[in-house]
């Protein structure tokens, strides 16, 4: 008879566990018949001691079988899921859904997204900004607009990957949070669950990610691209430069007014060279075009067209909100308070750190503290300046957005803090730093 005890100190001495013994662990994490405080010390165990590849696979393939799977018989395209290991200012999946399901090549986006905990909301809480919408929907709603517009991005089921739920739970609390395996099993498991048969990941690294260096992001992004190869899923990982906030907003509203901004031709350069690529690896990994090359062009078309902001628009609409806030930003809630930080000298910008960036953002009001929280959807940042522009003395850095005037000077401190101002011009860096498991 198998006890949790054992499965702890074989992990702890180093050994390979079984899949019986890993299958006694999901189900325990399951169905709460394991405590706790065993699952979070095999945890810790498995932060020290690793898994092997095919212990982490094998943790993802019963993960994913703890639940449910999504049921989308009715989509009769190819489906395509986009994952980002998360980021300050990250609204790329936004941008993306509705660039590939504007493509119009049976390519379909079905995008159970979440609810940010820290810097700001998530992709749902930014959808909420427009007035109306609500996305926690059923599984036939689901399925529907996603056969109707060709994309949709609503609220993961509770009932999909429910281990996943309760380990994720107990790494944030436990300094487990960051560790490989569990981290593979865990992004992996609820897109094996999602039904989508490519996955196209952005895996972040920098002070702002996830991964702090590129060396972990790289063995990250490896270990889910074969987790997707051995369970017939085409996988693709970009590794993705997160030092700096992506994009000039950071917030829920001001992300998606940003993200209309890229719909509309007129987003920041950098942001939207990110959203073409994602978008046409999407495309490409579902054989929607015989070349990559020609998939970033249906990608680039998408926008230029106005035909990917009109699905965004629609989705807005399909999830009860008012697609005018699509066409029209100024009805975007406004914030209390408007305050502005100046340089303290003239120069270039050389840094902006996007973990004290994301930590203004917070304090701001733009993200919440645990699970469920209020959050402001108004708060957040808008970047006057990126790294490599050129400031004058008391010129504006950024605008800060937030309830009151405390929360203001709350978050300037820490945006001080983020920026450097050098008297020379930076080396010139590339957002996307590599792609991983492309055949392009």
Same mark, same amino acid.
């Given at each position: 008879?198998?006890?949790?005890?054992?499965?702890?100190?074989?992990?702890?001495?180093?050994?390979?566990?079984? $899949?019986?013994?890993?299958?006694?662990?999901?189900?325990?994490?399951?169905?709460?018949?394991?405590?706790?405080?065993?699952?979070?010390?095999?945890?810790?165990?498995?932060?020290?001691?690793?898994?092997? $590849?095919?212990?982490?696979?094998?943790?993802?393939?019963?993960?994913?079988?703890?639940?449910?799977?999504?049921?989308?018989?009715?989509?009769?395209?190819?489906?395509?899921?986009?994952?980002?290991?998360?980021?300050?200012?990250?609204?790329?999946?936004?941008?993306?859904?509705?660039?590939?399901?504007?493509?119009?090549?049976?390519?379909?986006?079905?995008?159970?997204?979440?609810?940010?905990?820290?810097?700001?909301?998530?992709?749902?809480?930014?959808?909420?900004?427009?007035?109306?919408?609500?996305?926690?929907?059923?599984?036939?709603?689901?399925?529907?607009?996603?056969?109707?517009?060709?994309?949709?991005?609503?609220?993961?089921?509770?009932?999909?990957?429910?281990?996943?739920?309760?380990?994720?739970?107990?790494?944030?609390?436990?300094?487990?949070?960051?560790?490989?395996?569990?981290?593979?099993?865990?992004?992996?498991?609820?897109?094996?669950?999602?039904?989508?048969?490519?996955?196209?990941?952005?895996?972040?690294?920098?002070?702002?990610?996830?991964?702090?260096?590129?060396?972990?992001?790289?063995?990250?992004?490896?270990?889910?691209?074969?987790?997707?190869?051995?369970?017939?899923?085409?996988?693709?990982?970009?590794?993705?430069?997160?030092?700096?906030?992506?994009?000039?907003?950071?917030?829920?509203?001001?992300?998606?007014?940003?993200?209309?901004?890229?719909?509309?031709?007129?987003?920041?350069?950098?942001?939207?060279?990110?959203?073409?690529?994602?978008?046409?690896?999407?495309?490409?990994?579902?054989?929607?075009?015989?070349?990559?090359?020609?998939?970033?062009?249906?990608?680039?078309?998408?926008?230029?067209?106005?035909?990917?902001?009109?699905?965004?628009?629609?989705?807005?609409?399909?999830?009860?909100?008012?697609?005018?806030?699509?066409?029209?930003?100024?009805?975007?809630?406004?914030?209390?308070?408007?305050?502005?930080?100046?340089?303290?000298?003239?120069?270039?910008?050389?840094?902006?750190?996007?973990?004290?960036?994301?930590?203004?953002?917070?304090?701001?009001?733009?993200?919440?503290?645990?699970?469920?929280?209020?959050?402001?959807?108004?708060?957040?940042?808008?970047?006057?300046?990126?790294?490599?522009?050129?400031?004058? $003395?008391?010129?504006?850095?950024?605008?800060?957005?937030?309830?009151?005037?405390?929360?203001?000077?709350?978050?300037?401190?820490?945006?001080?803090?983020?920026?450097?101002?050098?008297?020379?011009?930076?080396?010139?860096?590339?957002?996307?730093?590599?792609?991983?498991?492309?055949?392009?």
């Amino acid at each position: 008879m198998l006890k949790m005890y054992d499965i702890i100190r074989r992990k702890q001495e180093g050994c390979e566990l079984s $899949e019986e013994e890993i299958a006694f662990f999901v189900k325990g994490a399951t169905d709460g018949s394991i405590p706790d405080y065993q699952l979070s010390a095999l945890m810790m165990a498995i932060w020290f001691r690793g898994m092997s $590849e095919e212990e982490t696979v094998t943790l993802t393939e019963y993960m994913t079988d703890s639940g449910e799977t999504a049921e989308l018989s009715k989509v009769k395209g190819k489906k395509v899921d986009k994952h980002s290991t998360g980021g300050v200012g990250d609204k790329v999946s936004l941008i993306v859904g509705p660039m590939v399901a504007a493509a119009d090549k049976g390519v379909y986006v079905p995008k159970m997204a979440g609810r940010g905990l820290g810097f700001t909301g998530g992709t749902l809480d930014k959808l909420e900004s427009c007035k109306g919408v609500d996305t926690e929907i059923s599984a036939e709603r689901f399925e529907q607009i996603v056969s109707e517009l060709g994309f949709c991005i609503a609220g993961q089921s509770k009932r999909l990957v429910p281990a996943d739920a309760k380990l994720s739970a107990l790494r944030d609390v436990t300094c487990t949070a960051d560790c490989i395996p569990l981290v593979a099993a865990s992004v992996m498991s609820k897109k094996l669950a999602s039904g989508s048969e490519c996955i196209v990941l952005d895996v972040k690294c920098g002070s702002g990610g996830f991964c702090r260096t590129q060396r972990d992001a790289e063995e990250l992004a490896r270990l889910m691209v074969r987790i997707g190869a051995k369970e017939n899923r085409k996988t693709v990982a970009l590794i993705t430069d997160m030092s700096a906030p992506l994009g000039r907003a950071v917030g829920n509203s001001v992300e998606m007014i940003e993200a209309i901004r890229v719909l509309e031709g007129r987003g920041d350069e950098e942001l939207t060279e990110l959203c073409i690529t994602v978008a046409a690896n999407m495309l490409y990994s579902a054989n929607a075009a015989a070349s990559y090359d020609e998939c970033v062009a249906i990608a680039e078309e998408t926008i230029y067209n106005g035909k990917a902001k009109e699905k965004l628009a629609d989705l807005v609409e399909s999830l009860g909100g008012d697609r005018r806030y699509i066409y029209d930003t100024s009805l975007f809630e406004e914030s209390n308070v408007t305050a502005m930080l100046a340089a303290d000298r003239s120069g270039y910008i050389t840094r902006i750190d996007a973990l004290e960036v994301g930590k203004a953002a917070a304090v701001l009001g733009a993200g919440r503290d645990v699970i469920g929280g209020d959050i402001d959807h108004s708060a957040g940042i808008i970047l006057n300046k990126k790294v490599g522009d050129r400031i004058e $003395e008391g010129e504006a850095l950024a605008t800060l957005q937030g309830e009151s005037l405390e929360r203001a000077q709350a978050g300037m401190e820490h945006l001080f803090k983020a920026v450097t101002i050098s008297d020379f011009p930076p080396e010139k860096t590339k957002t996307i730093i590599k792609c991983i498991g492309a055949n392009y």
